[in-house]
């Protein structure tokens, strides 16, 4: 059994920075692909940042590349999205996922890709 919990969400103002905590339990992380999303009211949820299992390659989204990094606490099992310079348009649930699965067609990028999801936590970004 796979349970992710996300943290560290809140109000900031824009500029500011945070720094999001996505704690595993039941799987080491560091052998799996994993992600961040995040859906706006009204939006669909859409792809922020994901780190491979194997070499801890990153990729990002367009839209917080160079102001959003993900990494990995291998000691800790905990994944992280720094997320700096905040807009508005970054106010969001935001998600992590894990990939269990050996093998798929979809995307890193999409909402297939991923097995298991934590519950969210909220950030709000104030202009």
């Known amino acids: 059994q796979v349970q992710l919990v996300e943290s560290g969400g809140g109000l900031v103002q824009a500029g500011d920075s945070l720094r999001l905590s996505c704690a595993a339990s039941?799987?080491?992380?560091?052998?799996?692909?994993m992600g961040w999303f995040r859906q706006a009211p009204g939006k669909e949820r859409e792809f922020v940042a994901r780190i491979s299992g194997i070499g801890g390659t990153t990729y990002y989204a367009d839209s917080v590349k160079g102001r959003f990094t993900i990494s990995r606490d291998d000691t800790k099992n905990i994944m992280y999205l720094q997320m700096n310079t905040l807009k508005s348009e970054d106010t969001a649930v935001y998600y992590c996922a894990l990939r269990q699965k050996a093998f798929t067609l979809a995307l890193p990028t999409t909402l297939r890709y991923y097995d298991y999801w934590g519950q969210g936590t909220q950030v709000t970004v104030s202009s």
């Open positions: 039941g799987r080491t992380l560091s052998r799996y692909d």
